[in-house]
């Protein structure tokens, strides 16, 4: 039986549809019968909880970045995100000297 707490769980992973993916491949070592042995359905496992793991860490780092870019952007306004040059700029630069 479906309750409110599944539902909420269910339109918070729609926002992150690369760690749905991730628990349906966990899902998948869980349903597995063709594994033979213990050992391989457990190095399975701890691999694709170890993926878990870097995916939750690489959301969480972007998430952190934006929100300080926010941040920054509210405080400073005239500031300006400074990117990496392109080869035009660069050709301009060597060319200015």
Aim: charged share 40%; glycine share 4%; aromatic share 6%.
């Amino acid at each position: 039986m479906i309750d409110d707490k599944d539902i909420d769980f269910l339109k918070r992973l729609e926002e992150y549809p690369h760690l749905r993916k991730r628990f349906e491949e966990i899902l998948s070592v869980t349903e597995n019968d063709d594994m033979i042995t213990a050992d391989e359905a457990e190095e399975r496992a701890i691999e694709e909880v170890r993926k878990l793991g870097q995916e939750i860490l690489h959301g969480w780092a972007l998430r952190q970045h934006n929100r300080q870019v926010h941040k920054l952007k509210k405080k400073h306004p005239e500031a300006r995100k400074q990117g990496k040059k392109t080869l035009l700029a660069v050709n301009i630069w060597k060319n200015r000297a």
